[in-house]
């Protein structure tokens, strides 16, 4: 099946520092990807949809300007947490539409980051 | 606006027994739905999904779900649990108009089932 992964795993950095996540589809064009963020025991709530070459869509409430996303290429997209806070501690999970599977419409998400800011 | 409810926070099972995530949905026209399952700081894991056809849905580990249109319902069964099956399990939805724009997943708040043995 479709793989897609997700780059790190777990982050711990300072309060005001910027952080960097990657998604990357291994095996699949990903024209759309997407950016959820998941608190504990809660369920994942979409942040924001990632088009290969074009602007991502924010959901409301969404900063964008606090979380970067780049779309450069069909199997990467970055989630960038800009000066990040205490409280933009989640787990931040991506998932990639194949490019190819209109029909199918399945999506594959990736393992997830930890991201911790003290 | 398109919305799934997972009523059960938790559902606990004997192995051994079948077990039943319980989904209902809401969205305008025929849905796409799908079942979910995450492991402790996993990301999600595919299930299975119901896109049209046969009303009963056959997906990985065994599970299977029911599409059934006039209970607007989709839940997840399996006949017989097993330990392994303890995860956090997810309903999502997308309604099909929007499948052209890739639009995200809706998903339910997520439900956590416990096997015990």
């Known amino acids: 099946g479709a793989v897609v992964s997700q780059h790190p795993s777990w982050v711990i950095c300072k309060s005001g520092t910027s952080v960097k996540i990657e998604c990357r589809s291994l095996d699949f064009q990903a024209t759309t990807m997407f950016w959820y963020r998941q608190f504990p025991k809660q369920s994942l709530m979409l942040m924001a949809t990632s088009n290969e070459g074009s602007k991502a869509t924010y959901e409301q409430g969404v900063e964008k300007d606090k979380f970067l996303i780049n779309h450069a290429s069909l199997t990467l997209s970055t989630l960038t947490v800009t000066s990040a806070h205490p409280e933009d501690s989640s787990f931040y999970i991506c998932?990639?539409?194949?490019?190819?599977?209109?029909?199918?419409?399945?999506?594959?998400f990736g393992p997830g980051t930890r991201l911790t800011v003290l | 606006a398109q919305s799934v409810a997972q009523p059960e926070d938790q559902v606990n099972v004997a192995e051994g027994n079948p077990l039943t995530v319980k989904c209902t949905y809401s969205?305008?026209?025929?849905?796409?739905l799908f079942w979910y399952v995450q492991y402790p700081n996993r990301g999600l894991q595919f299930l299975l999904k119901y896109i049209t056809g046969d009303n009963l849905v056959k997906g990985s580990y065994g599970f299977e779900a029911e599409f059934n249109k006039s209970q607007t319902s989709f839940h997840l069964k399996k006949p017989s649990a097993l330990v392994s099956d303890s995860a956090l399990y997810f309903c999502a939805v997308r309604d099909p108009l929007w499948i052209q724009a890739g639009t995200a997943l809706i998903f339910g708040k997520g439900t956590t089932l416990s096997v015990s043995s």
């Open positions: 998932s990639a539409r194949d490019r190819a599977g209109r029909t199918t419409d399945t999506q594959y």
């Open positions: 969205v305008s026209g025929n849905p796409y």
